[in-house]
């Protein structure tokens, strides 16, 4: 495994099972003398469930009726900030839909309020252009999340209505040209993916030199058009993770939620396979059970200040503990 894997070996570890307790292992030791053995913790505040979009696979996307919206004002994202802040948390991740309400300038005013809390900020609130990328840099945000999902270009086409794959990359590499620790992504189980694909996926990964990276697999939706598809595999999901911690090994990877939600242990074997971050949920369950992007998502964790100390209980089972620094990539 020393040697530089091309895409063909890609495909081949991806194909065949024979060696994926030695690529887990092989990970989780990359991450241990790269990364080391802190976690970091960055509280994910779910700001707004409504949507323009209409991607597939999301029980957020437009059209689907069935759940309920809302949509936080400044003071209400700043209280949560604020309780995130003394709980601990150096990192705080904004997340949304493309929900055009938060222009540019709105955005802007948060951004600049949270800052003076002293913490890390990311941001995850879809496309944005260029122009107001950098107005949101210059206010001192500090990463953004946009997972390119899938680097296949007719699966995405397939996937998101009315979005520009070309557009999705711009945007990703405009974020790198601003600054911005970018973080990207893809679903692992997509229907029609191809291990191909997912192959493609890593090298992109390595391509853009992605800060940070979340796989997850796809899990059916109820009320979205792929409700009654396959769900993604567990170890494929936990393959894909590992094999990018492989070849990007300074960079954060979080366990995610979605890898918890169709194993109960997920984001555990997740540490255990290349990972170092995890992003508790530090909103009220009223709104989180409504952000419901897959379901089951909010089974995880019922209680915000009680998360964090279950968190750390349970990595000290396994030799790590919660870092308190602010997180950016190690160089
Ligand atoms: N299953 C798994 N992950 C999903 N996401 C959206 N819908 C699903 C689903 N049905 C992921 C996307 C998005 C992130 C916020 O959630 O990859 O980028």
Redesign the pocket.
């Known amino acids: 495994m020393k040697k530089i894997l091309s895409k063909e070996d890609l495909i081949n570890f991806l194909e065949i099972s024979t060696y994926d307790e030695e690529i887990f292992k092989y990970a989780n030791k990359i991450r241990k003398e790269n990364v080391g053995d802190g976690i970091y913790l960055r509280g994910l505040i779910e700001f707004s469930n409504i949507c323009k979009c209409s991607?597939k696979?999301?029980?957020l996307r437009f059209s689907n009726n069935e759940i309920e919206r809302y949509r936080f004002s400044k003071d209400e994202i700043l209280f949560y900030a604020k309780n995130a802040v003394q709980l601990g948390y150096k990192t705080l991740v904004l997340?949304s839909g493309e929900d055009a309400f938060f222009s540019v300038d709105r955005i802007c005013e948060i951004v600049r309020e949270i800052k003076k809390l002293g913490v890390a900020l990311t941001l995850?609130i879809g496309e944005r252009s260029y122009d107001e990328l950098k107005a949101i840099k210059r206010e001192g945000a500090d990463r953004y999340l946009l997972?390119i999902?899938t680097t296949d270009e007719s699966l995405y086409k397939k996937m998101h209505p009315n979005m520009d794959y070309k557009n999705r990359i711009n945007c990703l590499y405009n974020l790198k040209k601003l600054g911005y620790e970018t973080g990207t992504?893809?679903?692992v189980g997509l229907p029609e993916q191809t291990i191909e694909s997912l192959a493609n996926d890593i090298l992109f990964f390595k391509e853009l030199d992605a800060d940070m990276v979340?796989i997850?697999?796809?899990?059916?939706?109820n009320n979205?058009p792929?409700e009654n598809e396959k769900e993604?595999s567990f170890v494929l999901a936990l393959k894909v993770m590992a094999l990018t911690r492989i070849f990007l090994p300074n960079i954060n990877i979080p366990a995610t939620t979605?890898m918890e939600t169709i194993n109960p242990e997920g984001r555990i074997i997740a540490l255990q396979s290349g990972a170092n971050v995890i992003m508790p949920n530090v909103i009220d369950k009223k709104y989180s059970e409504k952000y419901v992007?897959?379901p089951n998502k909010d089974r995880i964790c019922d209680n915000v200040s009680e998360s964090r100390s279950f968190i750390e209980d349970k990595i000290k089972l396994i030799g790590r503990y919660i870092s308190d620094d602010f997180g950016f990539r190690k160089s």
């Open positions: 991607c696979y999301c029980g997340q995850s997972r999902e992504g893809c679903l979340g997850g697999p796809f899990i059916p939706c979205t792929l993604g979605a992007i897959y």
